[in-house]
Nanobody
């Protein structure tokens, strides 16, 4: 079992920066990848950024060049550095972890945090 707790959300002005943190606990060794998703009112949840245990990263098109995902293995924490924020970045941001368990690691489990609100407004 994996538990995820997000922090760092809040109100920021357009053009500003914010850093989100996601602390993982529980069966940390089972985690294969972690990432951030977001959901704005009336819109589908979308991938923001992800990072695998091997260090590979992926970003949503709307945040490329502005957001950076990183991890601190010693603290079991993943970060999302958000720069050049605009109003379209306003959403609830959710931390996600993917674990591989079971025989031959065939079973894939997804874990989600409760979310943290990011509001970009002048």
């Amino acid at each position: 079992q994996v538990q995820l707790v997000e922090s760092g959300g809040g109100l920021v002005q357009p053009g500003g920066s914010l850093r989100l943190s996601c602390a993982a606990s529980g069966s940390i060794s089972s985690i294969n990848a972690m990432g951030w998703y977001r959901q704005a009112p009336g819109k589908q949840r979308e991938l923001v950024a992800s990072i695998t245990n091997g260090g590979g990263t992926d970003y949503g098109d709307s945040v490329k060049g502005r957001f950076t995902i990183s991890r601190d293995n010693a603290k079991n924490t993943v970060y999302l550095q958000m720069n050049s924020l605009n109003a379209e970045d306003t959403a609830v941001y959710y931390c996600n972890a993917v674990s591989r368990v079971g025989f031959l690691k065939r079973k894939e489990l997804n874990y989600w945090g409760q979310g943290t609100q990011v509001t970009v407004s002048s």
